[in-house]
């Protein structure tokens, strides 16, 4: 269980909740540009957290190393937590209950087995600030294109459980960046009404193919995906495609921030979901089953 923050609770300012009509949910993705100082990002985070939740947002979702992405592979290392406890998780803990929201931390670097990696962590809390689910990065990536090499597994400890989540809002499925492009790993999720992706892609594989994943995702298993990535350059050198999105299960991109920090907002509406799924019953069209 996650360790209660000492820090000074925070009073969410005034929300438009009682806006939203019945049935809808109003879910936000935030974009950063994290660096290396996990307190520095943490602030950041908290502020568009709190912008989310002022435009009466019910689940926000981190992208992929909100808390650091740092000069080198190792320095996430160096910050791993344990599950339960932490600064880290304390923070996403506390922001959950001060705005009662669901909030699903993109990737927090939690301990693994060997000393010298990680697990790349989606972590989930509730609105009373309990963390209620655990993805851990299955699919690790691997490029050498160009000038451009990355190589994950040296490390990161890969999961291999698949994630999801029965909430009040909905089914939600846990992924994290480069498991974008197994759809494998989805089909294995069953019939959800939310995907989740936090990223960090990189700008050169961001162009060529991260939108087309997105809303191939959303298409093919007609349901919303949340996307929220980095977008800028980091102290590292890297750069990060940024373009987070919000995708309804026809493959519309209703909301999309090209870079930078911010927020992406839009609605989930059940009712237009479930027509879809009338109108064109896909996922009980399968015939082909996973071996």
Known sequence: MPIKSRAKTIKPAKSHKADIAPGIVKIAGIQMASGPSVSANLS????????????????????????????KDTDKVKVREKEGSGQI?????????????????GSVPLESDSPNKVRNTCLVYDPTGK?????????????NLGNEHYHEDDTIEPGDKVVVLDTPLG??????????RFPELYRAMGEV??????????????????????????IENLCYVLAPA????????????????IVDPWGVVLDRLPRGSGVVIA????????????????????TLKQC
Not at 171 to 180: E, N, Q, V
Request: charge should be positive; hydrophobic fraction near 45%; aromatic fraction near 8%.
């Open 44 to 71: 950041e985070a908290e502020r568009l957290i709190e912008i989310a939740a002022n435009q009466g947002a019910q689940l926000i979702a981190l992208p992929e190393y909100f808390a650091i992405m740092g000069v």
């Open 89 to 105: 998780q304390r923070f996403l803990s506390k922001m959950a209950k001060a705005h009662q929201v669901w909030l699903i931390g």
């Open 131 to 143: 963390q209620v689910a655990r993805y851990d990065k299955i699919h690790l990536f691997n490029l």
């Open 171 to 180: 089914r939600i499925g846990l992924s994290i960046c480069y498991d974008l």
């Open 193 to 218: 009404d939310l995907i989740v992706v936090p990223a960090a892609f990189t700008d050169t594989t961001g162009k060529a193919h991260w939108e087309t994943l997105v809303r191939a995702r959303a």
């Open 230 to 245: 980095q977008g800028g350059y980091h102290l590292s050198g890297r750069e990060t495609h940024g373009n987070s999105m």
């Open 267 to 286: 609605n989930m509406n059940p009712a237009y979901q479930a027509s879809l799924r009338n109108s064109l019953p896909a996922l009980k069209h399968r």
